[in-house]
């Protein structure tokens, strides 16, 4: 089967945008149909790469989280360490954003720690956080 | 729903009779409630009055929290105080008339420019309307809103530490609501406080979202109301200056911001701490991420199908998350 979903929303859009929008008459309605092309077309065009965006975001944050473990001390060090061996528990979008978010979370607790410290190291380790985070939020730039 | 306008209508203003509700219009662009136009006929004393009126309704879910009578009260409140705003008539918090709380208004003359149009929103005016807006943003901020009875408003008994207070609020809200993360937001919160701006000269009245789009202007240049109030507290008032110089709406496209903050310093009195605005721009910038995270939130959970809400929580999202971490990266946060 060759239908997906980047191509049914693609059709339903430009059906949205070409038959029916120059038949609506109120202004407002009109205006909402415009406007849920571009969603429609913006979602397409995320669909296709929706998995494997997140797992590659994933396994960076792991990889900084697990150099992050060497820098942080006790139960913080040991919580990266054993967030950096971890593996996404699915395939599902759903599944990798709940994970996407656990490994945020600890992302989130290092950086807090590195920050405040005045070490070569740290301040290493969280501009690199820093630059992961900008390479993470082009890579999800919205496309029509 | 014309109908049932009329019946409130009735309700209101016992006085009245041959009440008569029609052109019943939702506009387009108002997104954290449901605004509509019409037109509304009775007598009165023997009288026959029209008017046309603008209708506020809360939505289903929005862009942002509002206080169900906020906007109404700083009407109120600001009626005289040498700022365009419509005149208000009623205010509804019973269900009962219209499903939501509502209020209703005078609706002005004017129309908004489009803040995202390539061209001159404004017909050719833009400079002329650029240096009133900046006029009205210091009249408001050298109001006393104690005076005026806004005592009541987010902050409103605070007289230091509006930044701190704002900041909680919007971390606040973000937890709230945010199904993964953003580590960058949450980067930049942490920096604005560790980097804390001067105090304010003065508490002042807030607008929230004073910003092109958010007013109407008149065929002669003037601006004839200013609009969307929903988020108005008291605070520093440089949140509303660089507020308005963001870049998704800058008011600067069309007055270069000297000129502009010079406007402002005549109209308020105020002296402006210049060293303040890069705190407040990336406070800007974080504001607007969690305010778009509202919006992608009320829309993946169904609370509403606006799609200038779905677009706002897509586009504008990503606009200031990225716009969050060019500023990190000015501070030196990315090395």
Known sequence: MNFNIPCAVKGVGALLRDRILPEIGD???????RMA?????????????????????????????????????GDLSDRLAEA?????????????????????????ESQAVLELRDDAAAREMDQRIWRLLEEIEMSRAPVE | MEPRIAKYLAHRMPGASQIAVDELAQIYGGSSQQTYR????????GEEIERRLILRRDAPAGLVVAERDL???VYKALEGQGIAIPRVYFLELDAQWLDRPFFIMDLCPGKPG??????????????????????????????DHKAVGLESLRNGTANRLFWSLELDRWEALLSEQEAVIEPSIRGALRWLRRNPPPEPAKPAIVHGDYRSGNFLFTPDGRISAILDWEMCHVGDPIEDIVWATDPFWPITRHLPLEEGLACWEAASGIALDRAALDWWRL???????VIWNTAEASFI????SDMTIALSGIRAGHFHRKLVLKLMREKGAMG
Do not use: C
Not at chain 1, 27 to 33: F, K, L, R, T, V
Not at chain 1, 49 to 67: P, Q
Not at chain 1, 101 to 108: A, G, K, T
């Open chain 2, 71 to 73: 906007e109404f009260n």
């Open chain 2, 114 to 143: 489009n803040p995202f149009s390539a061209d001159d929103p404004y017909d050719g005016h833009s400079e002329a309307i650029a240096r009133e807006f900046w006029s009205i943003l210091g009249r408001l901020a050298a109001i």
């Open chain 2, 38 to 45: 019409l037109s509304a006929r009775w007598t009165e004393y």
């Open chain 1, 27 to 33: 202004n407002y309605a009109a205006n909402m149909a």
């Open chain 1, 84 to 108: 950096a061996k971890s593996a996404d528990p699915g395939l599902r979008v759903s599944e990798l954003d709940a994970e996407s978010h656990r490994l945020r979370l600890l992302l989130v």
């Open chain 2, 283 to 289: 406070f800007a910038a974080v504001k607007a991420s």
């Open chain 1, 37 to 73: 092309t571009s969603v429609l077309n913006i979602s397409a065009n995320w669909a296709d790469n929706a998995a494997a965006l997140r797992v590659a975001e994933n396994a960076a944050i792991r990889a900084l989280l697990g150099e992050a473990a060497g820098l942080a001390q």
């Open chain 2, 301 to 304: 959970s169904g609370q509403t």
